[in-house]
């Protein structure tokens, strides 16, 4: 039994490690690992969708007893075990050998969601995913970093879409036993680590530990007994309710994510913001040094020296920005304990044109010396939009600057795409990811061994989303036109464009419908078949991202397209696997210059899918000619969604249908494949997870913890 209740009935003292290697989430990214789990039992661990601690309770007893006594899987075992020892505990790693021990204290990497696996549901899209991936890299290569995020009871919504197409978002609670979080005692075993004041009551802040390799991530969650019922459910939902449950949910980040981190005696060298949710960690400190009796001014440029701050979005809207009033009365005149007065406490989240607001965005920029974008676009864009905060400046001189993301090779990366790197580049390619020009190796991929490992991951798909069609039209479904419409029509040979992502307006899944008799054409010749699968959810408040979802769910009933147009509902990781290792094409729409990254088509690319993309965000500066298409961008005089669309509707009519139908004699499309091989050398070579944070080392932790300068002055306007 372990301290939050999981109960593992029968585990023989031969294996007895498999508990705490299923409490690691490593194992979800070692794929020794992942396939020990999986040959205890295989359809369960299909059916607790890859959940290796579910799998350990529910299996039968005597096929564990069996494994104990399995050689091959004792042997195995041992090997796994030995492998996380070492990859967990190692010294020798990329950030030791360039680094040393630099100043032997953490990164502290506060961020409002992680998503890290789709057993433990407290993420909602792209930045928990980056924020996982961010960890798990850097337990790789072995960057001290701890995690501080929230712990939300309710996790993010489960979607179900009605018959009309609307999405309904569902509230239900998951099995905390399930997941391999592990409750932290405070001093004398109390439940709690710490208390915040806020709403003019004091809150105790417990946290939850979730090791993910060698890097902890403790989640704050305010559901004990102690506090009053308003505060016990602060924590419930991802993003849900209005601003004043959302400065709240903050201020318990900011501010108890800073303290939970000192009584469990943790100092980070560096405080990393990865989003604006997280600047309440720079008040808290700017108190804690005031209280002591530092001056403000010399506060400022500590907590500044010692800060990175990640800005995630370029849509306005996307940024959090409380009225003053409501924060007021979340955290209390802290400025009296600050010694200033309230003026000077706000003016650090006050936007120069919005008069009565705490901009958590604003108030990140003036407390972090070190600020960037997500991609080298994103960067230019970011410097122009927050040029207000630097008057007199040139846009161009805004000291913002850009870590592209990337993703996590070892997560996203399909087994059978591994397997041929294992035959082709040799078993310890792993190992080499560093070595100059190790990916163009991948561009002599044999062309009929690459193609027959995704046409084996394109079955996979279809095989899940029969079944999945399958379990919801005997539960759920009520008409005939919803079992098509889940894509129980696709068919496995035709090609397959995969567009799955938030449902927001500036994303524009609509633009696909824009012609739709051209479109129709596509999708239903019969010599070159085209089917498109969707897949996402629109923000609980988005009324105009639900409505595009639900236009775009409109057409998966329209027999004209002949079952071609599928819908998946709730969309989470262990879906988004499926999709970006098992569609044809990836499609992404983004309005420019309004995606800031967009990392599902590094996800697909590295699985050898191609992508067909505005040239925005990652693509921006990833697309060569070789590895996907590019929609060229509207002319000053154009209309850009009826230019996007015309060129979208072109390069599939003319480049990308033709090529993906066009066959050897062995039934393999030669030319396709090649875009594949290039694809997967352009996200290995520069679009990994592991680039991304040897970057943030590089250019961001190591100068902070020296000391260096900036080079910049804080924002004045």
Request: proline share 6%; charged share 25%.
């Amino acid at each position: 039994m372990t301290p939050h209740g999981t109960h593992i009935p029968y585990l023989p003292a031969r294996i007895e490690g498999l508990a705490p290697l299923a409490k690691n989430l490593w194992w979800s990214w070692n794929r020794e690992a992942r396939n020990l789990f999986r040959s205890i039992d295989a359809s369960l661990w299909g059916m607790t969708r890859h959940n290796p601690l579910e799998l350990l309770c529910r299996v039968d007893p005597d096929l564990i007893a069996g494994c104990a006594s399995d050689s091959d899987f004792l042997r195995r075992y041992d090997e796994v075990m030995v492998r996380m020892h070492h990859e967990t505990s190692s010294r020798d790693t990329w950030f030791t050998r360039q680094y040393g021990d630099l100043d032997g204290r953490p990164v502290g990497y506060f961020c409002a969601e992680f998503g890290l696996h789709s057993s433990v549901p407290i993420y909602s899209g792209g930045l928990g995913v980056l924020a996982g991936d961010h960890c798990k890299a850097a337990s790789d290569v072995g960057i001290p970093l701890v995690g501080v995020g929230l712990m939300y009871m309710k996790g993010y919504f489960d979607q179900r879409l009605r018959l009309d197409g609307w999405q309904e978002d569902s509230d239900d609670e998951y099995d905390l036993s399930l997941t391999p979080l592990e409750p932290v005692r405070g001093p004398q075993g109390r439940p709690y680590l710490t208390t915040v004041e806020t709403s003019g009551r004091p809150v105790h802040v417990r946290a939850w530990r979730m090791m993910v390799g060698r890097v902890p991530i403790y989640l704050l969650d305010t559901n004990l007994e102690l506090n009053h019922p308003d505060d016990r459910g602060l924590m419930n939902k991802l993003y849900a309710g209005g601003p004043d449950l959302r400065v709240r949910q903050e201020w318990i980040l900011g501010v108890g994510g800073v303290r939970v981190l000192r009584a469990l005696g943790i100092d980070p060298a560096v405080w990393h913001a990865n989003e604006g949710h997280a600047a309440f960690m720079m008040i808290e400190r700017l108190r804690e040094l005031t209280v002591a009796g530092t001056p403000l001014d010399e506060a400022v440029r500590q907590v500044r020296a010692h800060s990175v701050f990640t800005t995630h979005t370029p849509v306005p809207a996307g940024h959090d920005a409380f009225a003053v009033e409501a924060l007021e009365t979340c955290a209390g005149p802290i400025w009296e304990e600050m010694g200033i007065d309230r003026e000077t406490l706000f003016h650090f989240g006050k936007h120069p044109s919005i008069e009565g607001q705490f901009h958590m965005t604003v108030c990140a920029m003036r407390l972090s010396a070190r600020v960037n974008g997500v991609s080298r676009r994103h960067g230019q864009v970011s410097r122009n939009l927050w040029r207000d905060l630097w008057p007199g400046r040139p846009w161009e001189a805004v000291p913002v600057g850009h870590v592209t993301n990337g993703i996590h090779l070892a997560t996203w990366m399909a087994s059978p795409i591994m397997e041929l790197l294992d035959a082709h580049i040799g078993p310890d390619w792993g190992n080499r990811l560093d070595e100059p020009g190790f990916w163009d190796q991948v561009l002599t991929l044999d062309h009929e061994r690459l193609w027959a490992a995704h046409v084996r991951l394109k079955q996979v798909l279809a095989t899940r989303i029969r079944e999945d069609a399958r379990r919801r039209f005997a539960g759920r479904f009520k008409e005939a036109a919803q079992v098509v419409g889940a894509g129980t029509l696709l068919d496995p040979t035709a090609l397959t464009l995969g567009f799955a992502r938030r449902f927001a307006t500036y994303k524009r899944a609509n633009l696909i419908f824009r012609d739709l008799e051209r479109l129709r054409r596509l999708l239903v010749d019969q010599r070159r078949p085209v089917q498109i699968i969707f897949a996402g959810k629109a923000h609980p408040a988005d009324t105009p991202g639900k409505e595009v979802l639900q236009s775009v769910y409109q057409f998966t009933r329209d027999p004209e397209f002949e079952g071609r147009v599928a819908f998946l509902e709730d969309y989470d990781m262990h879906l988004a696997h499926l999709l970006v290792q098992g569609v044809d094409v990836w499609i992404n729409l983004p309005r420019v210059p309004l995606e800031a990254s967009g990392t599902s088509g590094m996800k697909a690319a590295l699985n050898g899918v191609p992508q067909l993309s505005t040239l925005d965000g990652w693509w921006q500066e990833g697309f060569d000619g070789l590895s996907g298409w590019a929609i060229s961008p509207a002319g000053d005089t154009e209309d850009a969604d009826a230019a996007d669309a015309e060129r979208f509707y072109r390069l599939l009519e003319e480049q990308v249908v033709p090529l993906f139908h066009s066959r050897n004699a062995a039934g393999v499309p030669i030319g396709w494949v090649d875009k594949m091989r290039h694809a997967v050398r352009l996200a290995g070579s520069r679009f990994t997870a592991r680039r991304m944070v040897q970057d943030y080392v590089q250019e961001y932790y190591a100068p902070a913890i020296r000391g260096e300068a900036a080079g910049d002055d804080p924002p004045t306007g």
